[in-house]
């Protein structure tokens, strides 16, 4: 998409989006026990199944701590930002269909790709449009280990 389109800080505004194109996001990141204890910790998540190795190792089929599927959710979406709505999101409006279909561990490198899915102008605002993305997150391997549909209140372009 031409850059002139896009917003300064990088985003797309509701008309530069179009019905069934994807992104691949070069941005990739490896995740680590300090994110996962961080996140667990600071969202009040005890769950043993994220923070404690001993017990994933005696109680668990994994046999290691899995990442937090919200961590995992944030993440995912964060990684598309820059390449779709960073500074063109009014709200994000909601996020359904959320899916973890493979573990994400400790060490595992995260891709993420987005599709957009519709778009469909405000019924309440002129200046703003609703666009439905569906964000997939894999790791290393290939295998998809999150999924979610976003529906995000986007701005359109400011009138010249």
Same mark, same amino acid.
């Given at each position: ?14 008309? %530069?989006? *179009? ?9 990739? *990141? ?52 820059? %390449? ?23 060490? %595992? ?10 778009? *469909? ?5 002129? %200046? ?33």
């Amino acid at each position: 998409m031409p850059s002139e389109t896009r917003h300064e800080r990088g985003g797309l505004y509701f008309e %530069d989006f *179009r019905v069934g194109h994807s992104f691949e996001h070069r941005l990739r *990141r490896t995740v680590t026990q300090m994110d996962n204890m961080l996140f667990s910790n600071m969202t009040l998540n005890p769950q043993p199944l994220h923070i404690d190795v001993d017990f994933c190792e005696r109680e668990t089929e994994w046999g290691k701590p899995l990442m937090n599927s919200l961590f995992t959710l944030g993440l995912m979406i964060g990684i598309s930002v820059n %390449d779709t709505t960073v500074g063109t999101t009014i709200a994000n409006l909601g996020m359904t269909e959320v899916k973890f279909p493979h573990p994400l561990f400790e060490g %595992d490198t995260v891709r993420c790709s987005t599709e957009v899915l519709a778009k *469909r102008e405000s019924r309440s605002r002129t %200046d703003a449009g609703i666009v439905e993305f569906h964000h997939r997150a894999f790791n290393q391997k290939g295998e998809l280990v999150a999924e979610c549909r976003r529906q995000a209140f986007m701005k359109k372009r400011p009138a010249a």
